[in-house]
């Protein structure tokens, strides 16, 4: 039964003068918004925000006016949200900093996410686990065990297809740097304690740990190494699933001299087994060769390591990149000067390492042009394309070759711009579905002095899909940046990008394409703004079936906060831009915004100065509707209580901010926001009323 409204209304003034916080003072709006402000709201020309399906286990601090929790059965009934914007870090006393966020997440939607802070005046490596719903495992836990002051820092994060992880990080417990690393299984229990992966005994550094896991859970962790002097060298280690060290350190260079390695790539494939490439100087003679060295899944390393070039001279090999299949057979490219200019040369090894003929010149022109910044994608069955900037034509072009899974080159090295013109093309990037349907995208001034971002698709047979294609569709002098690119498994794609008006401010654009590389519709500007304001840094995440999300960072607001906005599967935008932060703390700063995405959910990650100086690490998960508010939690501080009810006489009656979303405010859902929630809220608060939204 709904309460007297009247009487429960006037019936507690006293009380709301000797108990409510003050009220907040009216904040400045634009004269219209004044003239419309009315004691009631209506919500129907506004998008109807339903609850959101509850989560079970997510608890929300909802409190009575004696102090007092409310009882299970009430709290689950407000329960409306996914996850709002938290504290990743749940410290709150001190000037403490928390830096580098990480994040990994299962197929099932739980995430993990790392981060090195000095909450306890030192640094230390901390996690947080989330279930799929965004619910909290738990408090934060310090992943480093030791209870000293020595520094921890730059974590590093891998999970299996199960939700197990592993974090490792660089460590001076022992008084000189160390690789460290902790086991979780799946539920987030750790396995053990710390355990130091690099097994010398000695005083040398140990430095930037990598780590790859397959989807059993098997993982390798591979790092930069001075146990042998002056010059560093390359170790790893292997683990099996359980996280039984299988042997000892191995150093990855089977060389016994002081020569340097730089550089490691590796690449696993899905059954664990694994590849480590690297430069190699330990032939001297100001050349650096490019080595490798192969492993099965047992960790086991398959023969010693091996140099991929195989020239016998002294000429320099550089910057080596490798992918592998599914099966475990791989391909490492890089730029070699054997021929007194940069050629691209690749060697091609099926799934048993052996070597598949001989190292292969990629490029195929016969003169001394220079080629370089060779780049590489390979599809689930094998079959790759290498890229690169080329200058055969006395200016740089982007150069393709395709081959099949055998390696067999199909056809000749194609031009992949198709202009005829001088301007110079660069920056090539490239991505490639699980059937070898594959887009090649690159940052092109063949319209003057202003850049543009172009594209070219193919199918998986390697067909060029129509013609270049310049992916902003302005005809002005406007400048185009830092394009991103994110492909579904069906060959669907988005590229998003910066687009520049003359240098006077920036857009969020971005076009979209269906698999069969027909553009679906014209440019967007994904920031839905109308001033000057600017917006830069996009990031793009796209789940299997073609639904995205794009994010941005954005002045719109005088100062940098976190937007986004969300399309369907089918490219329509779905609702308007969305800020990403709570908007009660908007007037601070936000930067660098990370999205992850799955079938249910999104992910949000952000750097938030909130409780300025400090900077925290914030983050948010919503599902794929943007549900991520508390019915009657007008001012949306997490909590259901007396402060909400004040927060709304403040909005009704005295010119103070509106709920944010404004349905928030409607706890009777009623389609309006009115006297007549607050009288809701109190019966529910004080007279064990229902629940908002009930």
Known sequence: MRPNIKVLFFGVVIFLAAFLPPLAG???????EQEQRRESRNLSTERRFEPAQKHSGMKIPVYNSNGLALSPQEQEAILSVIKDDFWVNDDTVGPSDQYYPAIAKAPTGDFVITWYGNRDGNWNIYAQRYNSSGTPQDTNFKVNDHAGTAYQGVPALAMDGSGNFVITWDDLRNGNPDIYAQRFNSSGTPQDTNFKVNDDAGTADQ???AIAMDSSGNFVITWDDFR????????AQRYNSSGTPQGVNSKVNDDAGTADQYDPAIAADGSGNFVITWMDYRNGNGNWDIYAQRYNSSGTPQGANFKVNDDAGTARQYDPAIAMDGSGNFVITWYDLRNGNWNIYAQRYDSSGTLQGANFKVNDDAGTAEQSDPAIAMDGSGNFVITWEDLRNGNLDIYAQRYNSPGTPQGANFKVND????????YPAIAMDGSGNFVITWHNLRNGYYSDIYAQRYDSSGTPQGANFKVNNDTGTAYQYDPAIAMDGSGNFVITWQHGHNGS??????QRYNSSGTPQGANSKVNDDAGTAWEG???IAMDGSGNFVITWCDYRNGNRDIYAQRYNSSGTPTSSNYLVPNANYSSFEQAYPAVGVNSSDICFTWEDDRRD???DIYAKIVDWDWSNYICGDANGDGVVNSADVAYLINYLFVGGPAPVPLAAGDAN?????NSADVAYLINYLFVGGPAPCK
Do not use: C, M, V
């Not at 009216?26 to 219209?32: G, L, M, N, P, R």
């Not at 042998?228 to 170790?235: H, K, L, P, R, V």
């Not at 202009?419 to 660069?426: I, K, L, M, V």
């Not at 859902?669 to 926001?673: F, Q």
């Open 505 to 510: 401010y920036y857009d969020i654009h971005a």
């Open 26 to 32: 009216s904040t400045d709006f634009e004269s219209s």
């Open 419 to 426: 202009d005829t013109a001088t301007a110079e093309q660069s």
């Open 669 to 673: 859902l009623d389609g309006n926001i």
């Open 613 to 615: 100086p400090r900077r």
């Open 207 to 209: 430095y930037d740990p």
């Open 537 to 539: 840094t996009p990031a």
């Open 228 to 235: 042998n002097g002056y010059y560093s060298d390359i170790y």
